[in-house]
């Protein structure tokens, strides 16, 4: 994925860490050279806070998975981490999924609070000002409440907007009321970015920003599955395509990514598809072995297999996962291709169409 740097696995799923995750780490270390706080301390706390936020989207995965509902991904962000589910979470299945989160950090929360207090300490938030080896707990505790309280906000792309959605969905269906919550976190962005003006607080500003395009997106992601909804992968494949074979030179595979608008190549050994050459990793051949290197050398022999079938919304969660090509396979038969440029002008003509039929009705 784009920006990502290093990755793990955690109870089976890939938890990927986006390059301004690391940027707010060395941050933290930062400032923490400067304080009361040890070495060994502030790496402690740094660990912690990556817990922290980990076990908040573990707790929607393993929630999701009670329902049925696979994690395709977590991404780790600056403000928090990012689970991508397999399919949009019914109502009342989102309510409890987004609700598992928040949920864990009060727990880790209380439970750090509790041990605080236990041992003649108290949690304030000035310790973040004066951090030692000693207020670490505290610190963690306040960390976690935080953490919880923050994501409850009611807002995209916070828990507490997807509470909301589930909450108002049961009524107005969800696309009515994803825009809705997106009007209330717009509304906080909107306060938020201007007490941050008028106090030249960056962070509140930065905050805004965040709510602000996470409502955006939210819409928009809403917006597609709705268009989704009901097309099978058939509806929106290409069937008119080129193939390579897996003897073909980097430069006669060059030559077809120019003669053509395809920018994915299935890759064939006899009738058997053996991998997927796109255009990415065509160019990367063609610099690292020149022209002459073949295509078995360069494509991807772990690629995407859907059936023409299967669920448009589906399937383009397990090709958005691994790329932006699939290739469809009926009774491993190449039958067609799966691309986020072709969805993308299938997406258009259906809201076309859907929109001429409003305008006729």
Known sequence: APGVIGVVRVFGVPVRFHFTFWLVAVWLIYIG?????????????????????????????????RFGIGTVEIVMLPLGGLSRLERQPQPSEEFWIALAGPVVNLVLGGALLGWTVAHGGTPLLAHWQNATDDNLVARLAVANLILALFNLLPAFPMDGGRVVRALLAGRRGVERATRLTARIGT?????????????????????????YVGATQEVMAT???????????????????????????????????????QQDFPVLHGEQVVGL??????????????????????????????EPAMDLGVAVAEMT?????????????????????????????????????????
């Open 33 to 65: 050279a400067d304080g009361k706080q040890s070495t060994a301390g502030t790496a402690i706390y740094i660990a912690a806070l990556f817990l922290s936020v980990l076990l908040h989207e573990l707790g929607h995965a393993l929630t999701a998975r």
């Open 187 to 211: 509304g906080l962005a909107a306060a938020g970015a201007l007490y941050g003006l008028l106090s030249a607080n960056f962070l509140f500003i930065f905050i805004a920003f965040f709510i």
């Open 223 to 261: 917006t597609t599955q709705a268009m989704m909804r009901g097309a099978s992968v058939n509806d929106a494949m290409i069937t008119d395509f080129r193939v390579l074979s897996h003897g073909n030179t980097i430069r006669e595979a060059a030559e077809l990514l120019l003669a053509t608008s």
């Open 277 to 306: 050459l796109n255009r990415s990793s065509l160019l990367k051949a063609l610099a690292a072995d020149g022209p002459e290197g073949y295509v078995a050398g360069a494509m991807d022999r772990e690629f995407v297999r859907l």
């Open 321 to 361: 996962a691994s790329g932006n090509c699939a290739l469809v396979f009926k009774e491993e038969r190449l039958v067609g291709m799966l691309t986020s440029e072709n969805l993308s002008e299938f997406l258009v003509l259906r809201q076309i169409g859907a929109t001429r039929q409003q305008g006729e009705g």
